[in-house]
């Protein structure tokens, strides 16, 4: 079945050890993107990429990066963790911007222990 | 601007009850896209229903009703006789930007206890 595939489902790092999460997908959508979920608040969204063209929100801090080599992969990188950080990331993908192409297929998240 | 209002923070019922779900939205754009989904303890958000502006018929699947009105913004959802697995957290969200970006409301816990 066409996915969206987050690894690892559950990752712990160190404070300010820096950590990658990973993302792909098999729907060949156009489109990706990262949110942040804390606990009990809606998915907050960090960037997203239309192809190769990539979308910085402008709250989500420079410890955030991201890295599409391919259309089927995504790389959500935080050069260093910190406590705040910890939360559900959650990888998303669509056909294409806006309208019915616009409609997201979510992966299962990972959920981001910082000690 | 957009936003997406979800009232109701938590809502408990017992097995077989019925529960609505509020969802009022605020857009200045005359096409848009309204959406529901289900994230259940393990955390996927799961999809249920895209709805566009100009259709405003009711759906039902299954036990799941939706009644979009757009006189008043809002876009309620009924879960019809609730089971234990429907516990989870319920989100809406609105679609009406170019880049495809939502807006979702800040989510309702739905708990059903046996």
């Known amino acids: 079945d066409a996915m969206v595939i987050q690894n690892p489902r559950y990752q712990v790092t160190q404070f300010g050890k820096p950590v990658t999460l990973s993302c792909s997908q098999t729907l060949n959508h156009n489109v990706m993107y990262w949110y942040q979920q804390k606990s009990s608040q809606a998915p907050k969204l960090l960037f997203h990429?239309?192809?190769?063209?990539?979308?910085n929100e402008a709250d989500t801090p420079d410890n955030f990066q991201s890295r599409r080599p391919n259309t089927s992969f995504c790389f959500l990188d935080i050069r260093s963790p910190g406590l705040g950080d910890a939360a559900m990331y959650l990888c998303?993908?669509?056909?294409?911007?806006?309208?019915?192409?616009?409609?997201?297929?979510f992966g299962p998240g990972t959920r981001l222990t910082v000690l | 601007a957009q936003k997406v209002t979800q009232a109701q923070t938590e809502i408990s019922v017992v097995e077989k009850e019925d529960v609505t779900l509020d969802c009022v939205y605020e857009t200045r754009d005359t096409t848009y896209y309204l959406f529901w989904y289900k994230q259940p303890p393990s955390g996927e958000l799961v999809f249920l229903i895209r709805r566009n502006s100009f259709d405003e018929q009711n759906e039902i699947s299954g036990r799941y009703s939706w009644n979009f009105q757009k006189s008043t913004s809002s876009f309620n959802f009924t879960i019809t006789a609730s089971q234990v697995v429907d516990s989870a957290v319920y989100f809406c969200?609105?679609?009406?930007?170019?880049?495809?970006?939502?807006?979702f409301g800040a989510g309702t816990q739905v708990v059903v206890t046996p």
């Open positions: 969200a609105l679609n009406a930007d170019s880049w495809g970006k939502f807006q």
């Open positions: 990429y239309y192809d190769k063209d990539f979308n």
């Open positions: 998303a993908t669509s056909r294409g911007a806006g309208g019915p192409r616009g409609e997201q297929f």
